[in-house]
């Protein structure tokens, strides 16, 4: 079993920064696809980022260069570096590992929220 715990939500200015973490349980980090997904209250989850395990990386087109998704593996970690955040960032952001076994997992979410 696998449990995923997402740290470092909060509220920030727009335009300022934030990281979030999310530190995994288990024996399988190394193995599995690494995501970051939101949802603002009404709409549907949205996949932020992700990054598999040979590093590549893809993220959603709203992203322009302004996040970046990294792991590591030893500590079981994944981490999303925002900047230049906006006020229609704010949203929970869930935390995703996506095993190569066929197991999906989420955390429970952080809650970003940004003023404008």
């Known amino acids: 079993q696998v449990q995923l715990v997402e740290s470092g939500g909060g509220l920030v200015q727009a335009g300022g920064s934030l990281r979030l973490s999310c530190a995994a349980s288990?024996?399988?980090?190394?193995?599995?696809?690494l995501g970051w997904y939101r949802q603002a209250p009404g709409s549907q989850r949205d996949l932020v980022a992700l990054?598999?395990?040979?590093?590549?990386?893809n993220y959603g087109d709203f992203v322009k260069g302004r996040f970046t998704i990294s792991r590591d593996n030893a500590k079981k970690t994944v981490y999303l570096q925002m900047n230049s955040l906006k006020p229609e960032d704010t949203a929970v952001y869930y935390c995703?590992?996506?095993?190569?076994?066929?197991?999906?997992?989420w955390g429970q979410g952080t809650q970003v929220t940004v003023s404008a």
């Open positions: 288990g024996s399988i980090f190394s193995f599995s696809t």
């Open positions: 995703n590992l996506d095993s190569t076994f066929g197991k999906n997992y």
């Open positions: 990054i598999r395990r040979d590093g590549t990386s």
